[in-house]
């Protein structure tokens, strides 16, 4: 994933495993949520919806920065922090930052150690 160009210009671009091939303009449902992605290694699926350019359906992150990072709903309210993925299954988390914290409700990833403490994080959308 990265961002080409500047606003109001701005481009959200995958670029493809085909070293050959160009990359794919995004557009479609989670153009806004990829934009916050640029970097990240994803593995999106969609439709082309016109030269260069990809609807996405639904897409998967496979890495940033080196890690795997856990991707779901941030959830306060049971008294504990957990990341509640689209599967329903709750991972706990520990150490967070309080300005995560604040962001209870929205779609987050975030990178764990093996304590399960916050070692990076990224808001992928808003509550």
Known sequence: ???????PFEQVLIETEDTAALALQVSGDYRGELR??????????????????????EYEILEIAGHVPVVGILETATGHVAVVRASGARVEVHAVPPELLEQAGAKVWVILDANGEVKGYGIIRER
């Open 36 to 57: 916050r992605l640029s970097g990240a290694v994803v593995r999106a699926t969609g439709t082309l919806a016109g030269p260069g350019q990809l609807r996405v359906s």
């Open 1 to 7: 994933m990265r961002i080409a160009g500047s606003t």
